[in-house]
């Protein structure tokens, strides 16, 4: 199946202004709203990112269609979710205009959307492209995590600062427990770090565009998850303490001769910090524990 041709035409070009054609629109801060501008960093994105005609993509935040339009050319269909009804009706508009048809807008707060309603086709699975709000970061990514089954890949602009985390190795200030919950889940690639001179408004901060792969977990699957996702949380919860001392501060987790019987038996050292643990000893850990 070949890759969808990507076309940035002129309806795909930015309006550098801050407008939207003859409408204006304050970007509103509460929504964490940055609108991508640059059509050389959207056309990077899309022959990247390697969506395919057959694809059914759901858009998270489309704003005012930046990576909607060129997208829509080249996959099968799209779901664009946005919580900006201004926007919605906006992008509508836009998209009437331009006669594109494969496109369904939906006025809704993506972390209280069901992904179900995209109503696919049998077998088929969804891929997710957006730039994300900064400050829904992660419960976007709790929300793709639950709904893994129904996803092959996601396409999203982070934060840098967000990005290093879900891509981190250990022994670093990047890694922790959300680096190690996406990793499990899904396999992370970098496709490009993007300049907070292609937003407008200008964020404080730069961005990157991740691939998530649902589809490539990590290989190693968890004996108990819910172990493992208590580990995570316990383990990383204080940061400057050793991983005995971190998670048997908690009293809802394991007491003190318990952790050291499971850290034995994993060769796991419990004067070690959380954040020079490897993928598989935490799961051995969290295997080992009643």
Known sequence: MQTGSIRLGPTSRPDHSGGMGPRKFR???????????????????????????????????????????PL????????????????????????????ITNVTVINHDILKWDFREIGLPPTTKIKVAGNLPYNISSPVLEKLIQSKRILSKAILMFQLEVAKRLTASPGGKSYGAMTLAVQYHAQPRILLQVSKDAF????????????????????????NEENFKRVLKGAFAHRRKTILNSLKADPEFWNRDILLESMEKCGIDPGRRAETLTMDEFLCFSAALP
């Open 27 to 69: 970007p509103k801060k509460r929504l964490g709203q940055y609108f991508l501008v640059d059509p050389k960093v959207i056309y990077k994105i899309l022959m990247r990112a390697g969506f395919r005609s057959s694809d059914w993509v759901l858009e998270i935040g489309p704003g005012r269609g930046a990576l909607t339009l």
């Open 72 to 99: 829509a050319r080249s996959v099968q269909h799209i779901v664009a979710v946005e919580k900006d009804a201004r926007l919605v009706h906006f992008l509508e508009e836009r998209l009437d205009r331009e006669g």
């Open 200 to 223: 407008r408004p200008k964020p404080k901060v730069d961005s990157m565009v991740l691939a998530l792969d649902f589809n490539r977990p990590y290989p190693t699957r968890a004996l």
